[in-house]
């Protein structure tokens, strides 16, 4: 008979305790992480104080799985994940003989390390009936499934493939039934709504949320189950680093459906009671815990990311008046109003703002606050403080999500207050706040000329500005770091006394080109930094860039940016003539000869050009996955066979004044080589073709007047009579 698991002796104990303490939770990216004693010490008060308040819950057991039904499982895992079927009704035949063998070990195959995810890939191509079969299943027993290690993942995957199933029962026209919340299937058999699965399930739940939130396992369900209540996108960027960790395993497979997946990164049509629901699941998860219980839960790795989601939801979906109500979420974090420098609640902020996972929190109120909460935090907290906030790594962040919300007058101030301390943020490697002070200032129509002489001043040489240096190019490049402070690269901390960068720290290389691509963007002089370093540099180190996977992608801004006038692209094309062979088979290189085909709109012997080099290597692009797509990108095949029809293609893919061929150029000369439009040019070939017209029957009837010529004999009768109109008309011509 098996037994559960337990732990034997202390050595056992131990090391289960330090497995179970690693932190798989995104609130502790590395990118914010720096622990001191003090830190250790303040969590775990706040642990402690979290536990009192939510004691621990008893975990359940369900048996586990024999060795027969084990390999049964695995290998049909394995079927699942190779996805070996001819079609989808074989397909569909497989999942119906797991789903028979597999009934009544639902729970155990959940809770198995081995087989669970075989439950996440059969959910993941379940049908409607199937996932309420499921629900059905796991129903009175969500409690426990949902603080598992492995079964939560199943219950994670299940809640998200059946919020689509709630929309389409919505719409659909089936007979649903309001009373008793069942619809009417086919075989006449009633079964319950998916809207009612989820309801009946929230109910397990209820008078444990709170343990929820800060459970391991679960607080990452419960996520999941806030945004289906929500009818919100799942599947986005901006929802992804809440639900998972950067460590969980990707357990999608071919096939699955992917109407489903887009349904998940847009809205959904939700019921009326899943909004009531939400409001409800919202109050319960903070009843009962006061401000200092709250703000602990604010530093928490597990409970702040909920608490992010559910102070998102609180403020976008029941309105900013919701702020308002002693009992919402932000006025238990920050109670005092208003709130003044010398306020608690300000102190909360200020610690919260250098805390690598509290910090996330601090920017979900800074973006969602209502605008008297914020207005009152900017001015009597944060307007001072921002040069000193934009200098730390945690709190940079925070700049970065206030200047996104400040308007024009008041980020025209805050931008009087960075700049002079750009330089010294560049340093310090915090290239997301210059980037943001960029693009806000753009929007906002802002002078960026005073941020130009700033980074201009940073990297500065003898031959002027030092595009390289910006770019992180160059492998001897100095990485200058103020002394007596720390550099984080790819989360290690490296020695501030050895400044060498090399290639290896590519995600903090591509901040810095990040910002160059910013840079790009605005016209003048910041544009005009990059543009001119980048054609001074010779052709082998820009054919280096080319290959470089992280500075290739601002080569293809500088050659495709509306900032660049045609002699600058001309120029910096110039440089990569003699190479475009050698580029279009390299994986990184081969895009920025892809964008020179945008590049290029408006010059058409350039463009030809490297049709040309591009037809001289054919033999060696096609041996190339990359210079295929090259080939075919350039539309090289027309080019050899009809030419005609390439500089046509050509013409209709950058507008009519975009495209000329050589003979067209060679006859434009003086003032005539100005651009034209496609009226005035129809206009003028309209006017051409009349007057050629008008001068070929002007012709025509000059000459039917002609007298005969003498080899015609003249006739011999009347002929006096015949001559006589002839002179006459003569005459009077």
């Not at 003898?462 to 492998?475: H, I, P, Q, R």
Request: include cysteine.
């Amino acid at each position: 008979m098996p037994q559960p698991n337990k732990k034997r002796g202390r050595r056992m104990g131990e090391t289960k305790r330090k497995h179970e303490d690693g932190d798989d939770d995104p609130g502790s990216s590395s990118k914010r992480r720096k622990s001191t004693n003090g830190d250790m010490n303040a969590s775990h008060v706040q642990d402690l104080s979290l536990e009192s308040a939510y004691p621990p819950m008893e975990k359940a057991f369900f048996g586990v799985l024999d060795d027969e039904e084990q390999e049964y499982f695995k290998r049909a895992d394995d079927m699942l994940e190779s996805n070996a079927f001819g079609d989808n009704d074989e397909r569909s035949l497989f999942l119906a003989n797991v789903y028979r063998e597999a009934d009544g070990k639902e729970l155990k195959i959940a809770q198995s390390q081995s087989c669970s995810r075989l439950m996440e890939r059969l959910i993941q191509f379940s049908t409607p009936t199937q996932l309420k079969t499921l629900f059905e299943k796991f129903g009175g027993n969500f409690i426990h499934l949902v603080s598992h290690r492995f079964a939560s993942h199943c219950c994670e995957a299940l809640f998200l493939r059946a919020a689509p199933v709630v929309s389409e029962e919505l719409v659909s026209a089936t007979p649903y039934d309001k009373t008793n919340g069942t619809t009417q299937m086919s075989k006449g058999e009633p079964r319950a709504s998916m809207e009612s699965f989820y309801l009946t399930t929230l109910g397990e739940l209820e008078g444990n949320v709170g343990y929820l939130l800060t459970d391991r396992y679960a607080s990452h369900v419960l996520r999941v189950l806030l945004l289906v209540l929500s009818g919100e996108p799942i599947d986005t960027a901006s929802t992804k680093h809440l639900l998972q960790s950067k460590r969980k395993e990707t357990n999608a497979v071919a096939g699955t459906d992917q109407a489903t997946v887009q349904t998940l990164d847009k809205a959904r049509s939700v019921p009326l009671s899943f909004s009531e629901a939400l409001k409800k699941l919202i109050a319960d998860s903070i009843t009962g815990l006061d401000t200092e219980k709250l703000r602990a839960l604010a530093t928490h790795p597990n409970g702040n990311p909920t608490l992010q989601l559910l102070l998102r939801l609180e403020l976008t979906h029941y309105g900013k008046s919701r702020g308002k109500d002693e009992n919402s979420i932000i006025r238990t974090l920050l109670p005092d109003d208003p709130i003044t420098a010398e306020s608690g609640s300000a102190g909360f902020m200020s610690g919260l703002v250098y805390d690598p996972i509290g910090s996330h929190l601090a920017e979900t109120i800074v973006q969602h606050a209502p605008g008297k909460t914020f207005k009152n935090l900017y001015f009597e907290f944060f307007r001072e403080r921002m040069p000193t906030h934009a200098r730390n790594e945690a709190a940079g962040y925070v700049v970065c999500r206030i200047l996104e919300r400040l308007g024009q007058d008041d980020l025209l101030d805050a931008h009087e207050r960075l700049v002079p301390v750009v330089t010294e943020l560049l340093q310090r490697g915090r290239t997301v706040v210059v980037r943001t002070l960029i693009e806000r200032c753009t929007v906002r129509g802002i002078d960026t000329q005073a941020i130009a002489v700033q980074v201009d001043a940073t990297w500065h040489g003898s031959k002027g500005f030092e595009v390289e240096k910006l770019l992180k190019f160059d492998e001897e490049n100095a990485l200058d770091v103020d002394p007596g402070h720390d550099n984080v690269v790819n989360g290690n901390t490296a020695n501030t006394t050895d400044t060498s960068f090399t290639r290896s720290a590519e995600p903090f290389k591509g901040h810095f080109n990040r910002l160059a691509q910013a840079m790009l963007v605005v016209p003048g002089s910041l544009s005009a930094l990059v543009l001119d370093s980048l054609i001074t540099l010779d052709p082998q180190t820009l054919i280096s860039m080319a290959k470089d996977s992280i500075v290739s992608r601002t080569l293809q801004a500088a050659l495709t940016s509306r900032t660049a006038s045609f002699i600058i692209i001309r120029k910096l094309i110039q440089h990569f003539y003699g190479h475009m062979g050698e580029m279009a088979v390299d994986k990184a290189a081969s895009h920025v000869v892809d964008s020179m085909w945008e590049g290029t709109h408006g010059l058409a012997f350039i463009r030809e050009r490297i049709a040309e080099e591009l037809a001289e290597n054919e033999a060696q692009l096609r041996d190339s996955s990359c210079g295929r797509a090259v080939w075919k990108n350039w539309k090289m095949d027309l080019y050899k066979r009809r030419r005609a029809d390439w500089i046509k293609q050509s013409k209709m893919k950058a507008s009519n004044d975009g495209f000329q061929s050589f003979a067209e150029l060679d006859t434009k000369t003086g003032p005539e080589s100005v651009k034209k439009t496609p009226i005035q040019l129809a206009r003028e070939r309209n006017a051409k073709n009349k007057e050629q017209n008008q001068k070929g029957r002007g012709r025509a009837t000059n000459r039917r007047p002609a007298a005969p010529t003498t080899s015609i004999p003249a006739p011999t009768t009347n002929s006096t009579a015949s001559t006589a109109p002839a002179a006459k008309s003569m005459a009077s011509t």
